[in-house]
């Protein structure tokens, strides 16, 4: 099966969080700065601002548009395929790509010409020697999406061929902006010893290492070695630090930033009032990872479900979207192709239940436990309701509100045995990939789940939606996650700049997309 092919880039192209923090990035404040009266034109300047920053410059550590810091990896490094606001995937560093039967391969064709940063070429051979490297490098994001790869056969100077043990129908968007693994790093930094520190991609710009202050103040220009140089919008790029949202949404109404991808539903109204666009997309999924399922009360399956019964998802979908939360109980709202309405009321409010289940599993006066949260997409919000609901069943829950890179240390880490979560909507794959297969971080993975997994990866199109929906029974039945909303994605940017649209297809923006308005 052909899936694209093409020798010109288009340039109209995650969660969710699929973030696994959904969002962290908002861009801003375009300045024009000054000049003298007969001086050079003047220059366009972005500056974005970032409520984090990233422990590393690596993509296969840090990620890319669905991993929370995707502003520091885009623009320094292309994807080998671009995600269209459509949903689509268009060229990128690769020009063409083709499954083989099954989707148990994927035969790449790279673009010609390209450089990286360094000045070394993009082969095939450099390819392969990243995905070898995102495959083993410590803290790697990408070990369920490289799991069942075999070999990689290098065909030339521009052809290599992925092979795999199972169907890899998603591995385009696995390779694309959102997920990072397509943002291929200079086979130089590959045996080098300097990829962490600073970025080594073939994007549209470089970091200016000497103005840049770390944890504060990160500033990148234009990439000299650029393959496509009409494409960038920006003579300079700075990325600001600014850990509180509120800080920001506020900076962006007084005119200081341009952009804020995830300042929050609540903020609508004062955005249109303040003359900015509004841009919307129903896409995060709300709730909290029980990753900490094998020890302790958490052990417990009838424990879990009575944590699941104490919500009220109608108050809360509205304490977190407002008019347009979705309640579910499900890790999908409909219209996604694992959500069953079957299961639309397994775990209704009921805090009497909650309570009786807590008594049969042998809680009678319940118990306390932790839960790492971050304010981010409400996620805040969300872990302090849920311990006023836990509450009222007995039960203690004490989340930590984190910054990011505490948040992703101690998530990685699985220092708490719950987190919780603000993930984009995906299909049953994507999930699988991202979020519901990982060993680590929010712990979904066990055997049965993988089986039934598999059995999504073989499906005919005639009962691809009933295994799509086993996988989502599962989770719920075994509560690997208690889900309570669906809520929109908003985003507000100023008139002076285009190309921050959230869409279905791709609900968080690309920053190489922003340009100045016409």
Same mark, same amino acid.
């Given at each position: 099966?052909k =899936?694209?092919?093409?020798?010109?880039?288009?340039?109209?192209?995650?969660n969710?969080?699929?973030?696994?923090?959904?969002?962290a990035i908002?861009?801003?404040?375009?300045v024009?700065?000054?000049?003298?009266?007969l001086?050079?034109?003047k220059?366009?300047?972005?500056?974005? +601002?970032?409520?984090?920053?990233?422990?590393t410059?690596?993509?296969?550590?840090?990620?890319g548009?669905?991993r929370?810091?995707?502003?520091? *990896?885009s623009l320094?490094?292309?994807?080998?395929?671009?995600?269209?606001?459509?949903?689509?995937?268009?060229?990128?560093?690769?020009?063409?790509g083709?499954?083989?039967?099954?989707?148990?391969?994927?035969?790449?064709?790279?673009?010609?010409?390209?450089?990286?940063?360094?000045?070394?070429?993009?082969t095939? +051979?450099?390819?392969?020697?990243?995905?070898?490297?995102?495959?083993?490098?410590?803290g790697?994001?990408?070990?369920?999406?490289?799991k069942p790869?075999?070999?990689? %056969?290098?065909?030339?100077?521009?052809?290599?061929?992925?092979?795999?043990?199972?169907?890899?129908p998603?591995?385009?968007?696995?390779?694309?902006?959102?997920?990072?693994? $397509?943002?291929v790093? !200079?086979?130089?930094?590959?045996?080098?010893?300097?990829?962490?520190?600073?970025?080594?991609?073939?994007?549209?710009?470089?970091?200016?290492?000497?103005?840049?202050?770390?944890? @504060? *103040?990160?500033?990148? &220009?234009?990439?000299?070695?650029y393959?496509?140089?009409?494409?960038?919008?920006?003579?300079k790029?700075?990325?600001?630090v @600014?850990?509180?949202?509120?800080?920001?949404?506020n900076?962006?109404?007084?005119?200081?930033?341009?952009v804020?991808?995830?300042?929050?539903?609540?903020?609508?109204?004062?955005?249109?009032?303040?003359?900015l666009?509004?841009?919307?997309t129903?896409?995060?999924?709300?709730?909290?990872?029980?990753?900490?399922?094998? *020890?302790?009360?958490?052990s417990?399956?009838?424990?879990?479900?009575?944590l699941?019964?104490?919500?009220?998802? %109608?108050?809360m979908? %509205?304490?977190l979207?407002?008019?347009?939360?979705?309640?579910?109980n499900?890790?999908?709202?409909? #219209?996604?192709?694992?959500?069953?309405?079957? &299961?639309?009321?397994?775990?209704?409010?009921?805090?009497?239940?909650?309570k009786?289940?807590?008594?049969? +599993?042998?809680?009678p006066? $319940?118990?306390?436990?932790? #839960?790492?949260?971050?304010?981010?997409?409400?996620?805040?919000?969300?872990?302090?309701? =849920?311990?006023?609901?836990?509450?009222?069943?007995?039960?203690?829950?004490?989340? *930590?509100?984190?910054?990011i890179?505490?948040?992703?240390?101690?998530?990685?880490?699985?220092?708490?045995?719950?987190?919780?979560?603000?993930? #984009?909507?995906g299909?049953?794959i994507?999930m699988?990939?991202?979020?519901?297969?990982?060993?680590?971080?929010?712990?979904?993975?066990?055997? %049965?789940l993988?089986?039934?997994?598999?059995?999504?990866?073989?499906?005919?199109?005639?009962?691809?939606?009933?295994?799509?929906?086993?996988?989502?029974?599962?989770?719920?039945?075994?509560?690997?996650? @208690?889900?309570?909303?669906?809520?929109?994605q908003?985003?507000?940017?100023?008139?002076?700049?285009?190309?921050?649209?959230?869409?279905? $297809?791709?609900?968080?923006?690309?920053? @190489?997309?922003?340009?100045? !308005?016409?």
């Amino acid at each position: 099966m052909k =899936f694209l092919r093409s020798s010109t880039r288009r340039r109209s192209s995650r969660n969710s969080l699929r973030v696994v923090i959904a969002g962290a990035i908002v861009a801003g404040s375009m300045v024009v700065s000054a000049s003298s009266s007969l001086a050079a034109p003047k220059k366009k300047i972005l500056n974005v +601002a970032s409520l984090g920053f990233p422990a590393t410059f690596d993509p296969a550590v840090n990620g890319g548009d669905y991993r929370g810091l995707g502003a520091f *990896t885009s623009l320094a490094y292309d994807p080998l395929f671009v995600k269209t606001l459509q949903g689509t995937y268009a060229p990128g560093l690769a020009t063409k790509g083709e499954f083989g039967p099954q989707n148990k391969s994927l035969k790449i064709t790279l673009r010609s010409g390209v450089k990286f940063s360094d000045g070394s070429a993009l082969t095939a +051979a450099g390819v392969k020697a990243w995905f070898l490297h995102a495959q083993s490098v410590p803290g790697n994001t990408f070990q369920q999406t490289l799991k069942p790869l075999t070999s990689i %056969k290098v065909e030339g100077q521009l052809g290599l061929t992925l092979n795999f043990s199972d169907p890899v129908p998603g591995f385009l968007d696995d390779l694309s902006q959102g997920s990072g693994l $397509g943002m291929v790093a !200079s086979p130089k930094a590959i045996k080098g010893t300097k990829m962490a520190t600073a970025p080594s991609g073939a994007g549209q710009y470089i970091l200016d290492k000497k103005n840049t202050v770390s944890q @504060i *103040t990160y500033v990148y &220009i234009p990439n000299p070695n650029y393959w496509n140089k009409s494409a960038i919008h920006w003579d300079k790029v700075v990325v600001k630090v @600014i850990t509180d949202s509120t800080a920001q949404f506020n900076a962006l109404v007084a005119g200081q930033v341009d952009v804020a991808g995830f300042a929050g539903v609540g903020n609508v109204d004062a955005a249109k009032a303040a003359g900015l666009k509004v841009s919307s997309t129903t896409n995060l999924l709300m709730g909290i990872a029980i990753n900490g399922r094998t *020890t302790g009360p958490l052990s417990n399956v009838l424990v879990r479900r009575a944590l699941a019964h104490a919500v009220d998802r %109608k108050a809360m979908s %509205k304490l977190l979207g407002g008019n347009l939360g979705v309640a579910t109980n499900q890790f999908a709202v409909p #219209g996604d192709d694992s959500y069953d309405p079957a &299961i639309k009321d397994l775990y209704a409010y009921n805090p009497k239940k909650a309570k009786e289940l807590l008594v049969k +599993a042998g809680y009678p006066n $319940g118990f306390t436990f932790t #839960g790492l949260s971050i304010a981010i997409a409400g996620q805040d919000v969300e872990a302090r309701a =849920f311990a006023s609901y836990l509450a009222a069943i007995g039960v203690t829950f004490e989340p *930590t509100i984190a910054d990011i890179p505490t948040y992703l240390t101690q998530r990685f880490g699985n220092v708490h045995p719950t987190t919780t979560l603000s993930w #984009g909507r995906g299909t049953v794959i994507q999930m699988y990939d991202n979020l519901w297969g990982l060993p680590t971080g929010y712990v979904s993975s066990d055997a %049965k789940l993988a089986k039934l997994f598999k059995q999504v990866l073989y499906a005919t199109p005639k009962n691809y939606s009933a295994a799509a929906k086993k996988v989502q029974n599962y989770i719920m039945d075994e509560v690997h996650f @208690i889900m309570w909303s669906g809520v929109p994605q908003v985003g507000f940017s100023s008139p002076k700049i285009s190309g921050a649209e959230m869409t279905k $297809g791709r609900p968080i923006p690309y920053i @190489i997309d922003f340009m100045p !308005s016409k």
